[in-house]
Antibody, heavy 122, light 105 residues
C-alpha cells in the first residue's frame, strides 16, 4: 500500500519559488511500475494537474504551467519534488502529490497524499 | 486546450440512482477515470478505464461511455455518497479534469 506525504512551506511570497517535497512509502521511486505527479486545487475549485515524473527522470507538465514548473526525483530519499517559480496569488491552493500503480496511469491516480495548503501572500 | 464538461450539481433522493455526465470531444477514444472528494479529504479513485472499480469501491458505483460522453452512475445512492465528483481523461499525454459535480443526497 503506497503512502504519500507532502511537506514544505505553507506560505510563499509573491514572485518567489514554491517548493514542495513528497515522501513515498510502500513503493520505490526507482520502480518502473509507478507514475508520480502533482495536482493542485484552489479553495472551492476543481483539480488541476501540474505534471508527472517517471523513474527515469522523464517529465511532462501542464502546458499552462510549463514555463514555471519543475518536478524532480531524489531516489536516495525516496522522494520527488515540485518547484514552481514566480508565484502569484493565483497559485494559492492545496497541493497534492499523487501516484499511479502503473506507469501509463491508465488505471488512474490510486494514491494521494493528504494535501498541503500553500498560500502566496506578502 | 482540451476541456471536459460536467454539470455543476446533481441532486438525488436516498435509494435512487444518481447519474453524473462528463463530456468532451472524442471522449470515447480516451480513457476516463472518476474521483470522489468529500470536504477536507483527498480525492478517491472510484472508477478507472471507464468501467472498472478499484478494490473497496462499492458495486453501486459504475461507469459507462457513449460517444463523447462518459457517465458515472451511483445506484441505491446513500447519504455517504454526498460529495464532489470529478472526471479525468488524457489529452496528448497530459491530464485533464472536469470541473466537478456536487452530488447532493
Amino acid at each position: 500500500h503506497v503512502q504519500l506525504q507532502e511537506s514544505g512551506p505553507g506560505l510563499v511570497k509573491p514572485s518567489q519559488t514554491l517548493s514542495l517535497t513528497c515522501t513515498v512509502s510502500g513503493a520505490s521511486t526507482t520502480s518502473d511500475s509507478y507514475y508520480w505527479g502533482w495536482i493542485r486545487q484552489p479553495a472551492g475549485r476543481g483539480l488541476e494537474w501540474i505534471g508527472r515524473i517517471y523513474y527515469t527522470g522523464s517529465t511532462r507538465y501542464n502546458p499552462s504551467l510549463q514555463n514555471r514548473v519543475a518536478i524532480s526525483l531524489d531516489t536516495s530519499k525516496n522522494q520527488f519534488s515540485l518547484k514552481l517559480t514566480s508565484v502569484t496569488a493565483t497559485d494559492t491552493a492545496v497541493y497534492y502529490c499523487v501516484g499511479c500503480s502503473d506507469m501509463s496511469c491508465q488505471g488512474g491516480f490510486d494514491s494521494w497524499g493528504p494535501g498541503t495548503l500553500v498560500t502566496v501572500s506578502s | 486546450s482540451y476541456e471536459l464538461t460536467q454539470p455543476p450539481s446533481v441532486s438525488v433522493s436516498p435509494g435512487q440512482t444518481a447519474t453524473i455526465t462528463c463530456s468532451g470531444d472524442k471522449l470515447g477514444d480516451n480513457n476516463v477515470c472518476w474521483y470522489q472528494q468529500k470536504p477536507g479529504q483527498s480525492p478517491l479513485l472510484v472508477i478507472h478505464q471507464y468501467t472498472k472499480r478499484p478494490s473497496g469501491i462499492p458495486e453501486r458505483f459504475s461507469g459507462s461511455n457513449s460517444g463523447d460522453t462518459a457517465t458515472l452512475t451511483i445506484s441505491d445512492t446513500q447519504a455517504v455518497d454526498e460529495a464532489d465528483y470529478y472526471c479525468q481523461a488524457w489529452h496528448t499525454s497530459t491530464v485533464v479534469f472536469g470541473g466537478g459535480t456536487k452530488l447532493t443526497v
